[in-house]
């Protein structure tokens, strides 16, 4: 069995053009501003999901509160769209 270089991993997975890291940040400040309201907590199973599918609108009405399950159900590409 190999083990794996999970530094030249993070670096190759950084220059790639899929990395968005501010899409990642923006993703993690949504989860951040929907926790200080109370409604999801760190390790409950639950996902902060942009309804219209943008990780940059961190916008109130744009947020809710669904399970992993609900939120990974659908292929994330742009022929697939979102589901509403």
Do not use: C, I, W
């Not at 996902?47 to 994330?76: A, I, M, Q, Y």
């Amino acid at each position: 069995m190999t083990t794996r270089d999970y530094k030249r991993e993070r670096a190759l997975q950084l220059k790639s053009p899929k990395s968005n890291l501010a899409a990642n940040a923006s993703r993690k400040a949504a989860r951040r501003k929907v926790a200080k309201t109370g409604a999801v907590k760190k390790g409950d199973g639950k996902d902060v999901d942009h309804k219209n599918g943008n990780p940059n609108d961190n916008s109130k009405k744009n947020l809710r509160v669904v399970s992993k399950k609900v939120n990974r159900s659908f292929p994330r590409t742009a022929k697939a769209g979102k589901k509403k």
